[in-house]
Nanobody, 125 residues
Framework: VQLQASGGGLVQTGGSLRLSCVVS??????IGWFRQVPGKEREGVSC????????YYGESVTGRFTISRDNAKNTVYLEMNSLKPEDTAVYYC?????????????????????WGQGSQVTVSS
Protein backbone atom coordinates (compact mmCIF):
# COMPACT_ATOMS: atom_id res chain seq x y z
CA VAL A 1 0.00 0.00 0.00
CA GLN A 2 1.25 3.45 -0.90
CA LEU A 3 -0.02 6.70 0.54
CA GLN A 4 0.56 10.15 -0.92
CA ALA A 5 -0.36 13.13 1.23
CA SER A 6 -0.76 16.65 -0.10
CA GLY A 7 -2.54 19.91 0.57
CA GLY A 8 -0.47 21.46 3.31
CA GLY A 9 0.60 25.06 3.29
CA LEU A 10 0.67 28.36 5.12
CA VAL A 11 -2.59 29.80 6.43
CA GLN A 12 -3.60 32.49 8.89
CA THR A 13 -5.29 31.80 12.20
CA GLY A 14 -8.93 30.99 11.62
CA GLY A 15 -8.32 29.80 8.09
CA SER A 16 -8.91 26.43 6.49
CA LEU A 17 -6.97 23.80 4.62
CA ARG A 18 -7.85 20.42 3.17
CA LEU A 19 -5.32 17.63 3.21
CA SER A 20 -5.61 14.73 0.78
CA CYS A 21 -4.23 11.23 1.09
CA VAL A 22 -4.32 9.11 -2.05
CA VAL A 23 -4.20 5.43 -1.17
CA SER A 24 -3.11 2.87 -3.73
CA UNK A 25 -2.06 -0.76 -3.85
CA UNK A 26 -4.73 -2.42 -1.74
CA UNK A 27 -7.52 -2.25 0.76
CA UNK A 28 -7.25 -1.11 4.37
CA UNK A 29 -9.03 -1.43 7.65
CA UNK A 30 -8.48 2.17 8.67
CA ILE A 31 -6.82 5.41 7.65
CA GLY A 32 -5.43 7.69 10.28
CA TRP A 33 -4.14 11.22 10.22
CA PHE A 34 -1.33 12.09 12.60
CA ARG A 35 0.76 15.18 13.16
CA GLN A 36 4.16 15.86 14.60
CA VAL A 37 6.16 18.85 15.69
CA PRO A 38 9.91 18.73 16.33
CA GLY A 39 10.79 17.23 19.67
CA LYS A 40 7.35 15.74 20.29
CA GLU A 41 5.75 12.39 19.65
CA ARG A 42 3.46 11.88 16.70
CA GLU A 43 -0.09 12.74 17.73
CA GLY A 44 -3.25 11.11 16.45
CA VAL A 45 -5.61 13.62 14.86
CA SER A 46 -8.34 11.65 13.16
CA CYS A 47 -9.20 8.16 12.07
CA UNK A 48 -11.61 6.64 9.60
CA UNK A 49 -12.26 3.03 10.47
CA UNK A 50 -13.72 0.46 8.12
CA UNK A 51 -13.92 -2.00 10.99
CA UNK A 52 -16.83 -0.21 12.62
CA UNK A 53 -17.60 2.37 9.94
CA UNK A 54 -16.86 5.22 12.31
CA UNK A 55 -14.78 8.36 12.40
CA TYR A 56 -12.75 9.50 15.37
CA TYR A 57 -11.07 12.76 16.37
CA GLY A 58 -8.52 13.87 18.86
CA GLU A 59 -9.74 16.19 21.59
CA SER A 60 -7.81 19.17 20.29
CA VAL A 61 -9.42 19.03 16.84
CA THR A 62 -12.96 17.85 17.58
CA GLY A 63 -15.48 20.19 16.04
CA ARG A 64 -12.90 21.78 13.73
CA PHE A 65 -11.56 18.91 11.62
CA THR A 66 -13.52 16.46 9.48
CA ILE A 67 -12.26 13.25 7.93
CA SER A 68 -13.96 11.86 4.83
CA ARG A 69 -13.22 9.79 1.77
CA ASP A 70 -13.99 9.53 -1.89
CA ASN A 71 -13.84 5.86 -2.85
CA ALA A 72 -13.90 6.65 -6.55
CA LYS A 73 -10.69 8.64 -6.14
CA ASN A 74 -9.12 6.34 -3.53
CA THR A 75 -8.61 9.45 -1.45
CA VAL A 76 -9.13 10.27 2.21
CA TYR A 77 -9.46 13.92 3.15
CA LEU A 78 -8.87 15.90 6.29
CA GLU A 79 -10.78 19.15 6.22
CA MET A 80 -9.29 21.54 8.76
CA ASN A 81 -11.22 24.64 9.80
CA SER A 82 -10.71 27.35 12.41
CA LEU A 83 -7.01 26.64 12.37
CA LYS A 84 -4.87 27.73 15.26
CA PRO A 85 -1.10 28.27 15.54
CA GLU A 86 -0.92 25.13 17.68
CA ASP A 87 -2.13 23.12 14.68
CA THR A 88 1.20 23.83 13.02
CA ALA A 89 2.89 20.49 12.35
CA VAL A 90 3.84 17.98 9.73
CA TYR A 91 0.74 15.92 8.98
CA TYR A 92 0.95 12.25 8.02
CA CYS A 93 -1.63 9.79 6.77
CA UNK A 94 -1.28 6.13 7.60
CA UNK A 95 -3.05 2.90 6.73
CA UNK A 96 -3.93 -0.05 8.91
CA UNK A 97 -3.96 -3.03 6.63
CA UNK A 98 -2.77 -6.23 8.26
CA UNK A 99 -5.55 -6.62 10.82
CA UNK A 100 -8.71 -4.82 11.94
CA UNK A 101 -8.21 -1.69 13.99
CA UNK A 102 -9.97 -1.56 17.32
CA UNK A 103 -10.91 1.50 19.32
CA UNK A 104 -8.05 1.15 21.77
CA UNK A 105 -5.52 1.53 18.99
CA UNK A 106 -7.01 4.20 16.77
CA UNK A 107 -4.36 6.80 17.66
CA UNK A 108 -1.48 4.45 18.29
CA UNK A 109 1.25 4.83 15.70
CA UNK A 110 2.26 1.20 16.30
CA UNK A 111 -1.05 -0.01 14.91
CA UNK A 112 -0.53 1.42 11.43
CA UNK A 113 1.36 -0.52 8.82
CA UNK A 114 1.98 2.00 6.07
CA TRP A 115 2.77 5.69 6.17
CA GLY A 116 2.79 8.46 3.64
CA GLN A 117 5.27 11.26 3.51
CA GLY A 118 4.42 14.29 5.59
CA SER A 119 2.71 17.47 4.54
CA GLN A 120 3.65 20.68 6.34
CA VAL A 121 0.85 22.80 7.77
CA THR A 122 1.81 26.19 9.16
CA VAL A 123 -0.72 28.46 10.85
CA SER A 124 0.44 32.01 11.40
CA SER A 125 -0.82 34.10 14.30
Amino acid sequence: VQLQASGGGLVQTGGSLRLSCVVSGGDYYAIGWFRQVPGKEREGVSCLSDNDDNTYYGESVTGRFTISRDNAKNTVYLEMNSLKPEDTAVYYCAAKRDAPLYYSGIFSTREYDYWGQGSQVTVSS
